[in-house]
């Protein structure tokens, strides 16, 4: 059974730092493209970074230079460190994965497999 499981999020203040994890079980994640999506209250859903199969990454301009995307193929695990944490950065993030064999990936939400969604708020 093909699974993907977010970490707990949580409650951060601005400025402040927080790293969330993918977790697969069922499937091998470096073989597949995995994207982390984020959806705020009223708004659509948005991508927010991914990372292909050969390790190339993409990033919307509102988290460029702020968030980094990762992963470790070992513990089958995509991590979105994401710093210098604002408001506006405050949703519902989601992880998910696609079959592609390209060298880059998109920030569309044509996404195969998705994860629960765990919640991250930025408020003082």
């Known amino acids: 059974q093909l699974q993907l499981v977010e970490s707990e999020g949580g409650l951060v203040q601005p400025g402040g730092s927080l790293r969330l994890s993918c977790t697969a079980s069922?499937?091998?994640?470096?073989?597949?493209?995995t994207g982390w999506f984020r959806q705020a209250p009223g708004k659509e859903r948005e991508g927010v970074s991914c990372?292909?199969?050969?390790?190339?990454?993409n990033y919307a301009d509102s988290v460029k230079g702020r968030f980094t995307i990762s992963r470790d193929n070992a513990k089958n695990t995509v991590y979105l460190q994401m710093n210098s944490l604002k408001p506006e950065d405050t949703a519902i993030y989601y992880c998910?994965?696609?079959?592609?064999?390209?060298?880059?990936?998109?920030?569309?939400?044509?996404?195969?497999?998705w994860g629960q969604g765990t919640q991250v708020a930025v408020s003082s």
């Open positions: 998910a994965v696609r079959s592609s064999l390209s060298s880059q990936c998109g920030l569309d939400d044509d996404y195969q497999y």
């Open positions: 069922g499937f091998t994640l470096g073989n597949y493209v």
């Open positions: 990372i292909s199969r050969w390790g190339n990454t």
